[in-house]
């Protein structure tokens, strides 16, 4: 707490002033301290989920493209009690770092995307959020017809391994320079 008794009114405005200047180098210093920190690569900040292009970004952001003009939102109720295969499912829906334990009892939005790198002729897959509140609680990949549901860092390992394998592939068929005669 600060008390001035000065009786001269321009010693209060300096006084004021000078109060003024000193909060703002603190609140500057303050700033500069803490932009000098970084927050981990995964720990990507979130604002909100409030339209189609924040879906698609959220899945962008963790390695597949989708078709915005496949997009749809339904409403789906999670349930109270749990049994042993949506406990399961929960499991899946870890993997994406949310859970769905606080949205027991609650309706969420259920967005679904086409992810057409995963699809093939036979099944198309889908990039599905769950949204309560305008932030994400759960997210997976679902194959329809079949109904296979997927976690996004399990499908997204097994697709780096496969371009890892395909560029060793790519690699080892590749003829080297010295095979070809120079002229």
Do not use: H
Not at 35 to 41: E, K, N
Not at 52 to 68: E, K, N, P, S
Not at 133 to 141: D, F, N, Q, S, T
Not at 171 to 177: D, G, M, S, V
């Amino acid at each position: 707490m600060f008390l001035f008794t000065v009786t001269k009114p321009g010693l209060r405005q300096t006084g004021a002033l000078a109060l003024c200047a000193a909060c703002l180098c603190g609140t500057v210093a303050a700033a500069v301290r803490f932009a000098g920190q970084s927050l981990p690569a995964s720990a990507a900040v979130q604002t909100g989920i409030e339209t189609t292009q924040d879906i698609a970004d959220y899945f962008t952001g963790r390695g597949f493209d989708t078709d915005l003009s496949s997009a749809a939102v339904d409403k789906v109720k999670i349930p109270r009690k749990w049994d042993d295969s949506f406990a399961a499912f929960d499991g899946i829906v870890q993997e994406s770092g949310l859970s769905l334990a606080d949205c027991k009892g609650k309706t969420v939005e259920k967005w679904t995307l086409l992810c057409p790198e995963l699809s093939t002729e036979a099944n198309d897959t889908y990039c599905v959020l769950l949204v309560y509140k305008a932030r994400p609680v759960g997210a997976y990949l679902l194959q329809k017809p079949g109904g296979e549901v997927s976690g996004l860092v399990t499908t997204a390992e097994t697709m780096a391994d496969a371009a890892r394998e395909e560029a060793v592939q790519e690699t080892a068929a590749a003829p080297e320079a010295a095979d070809f005669p120079t002229d």
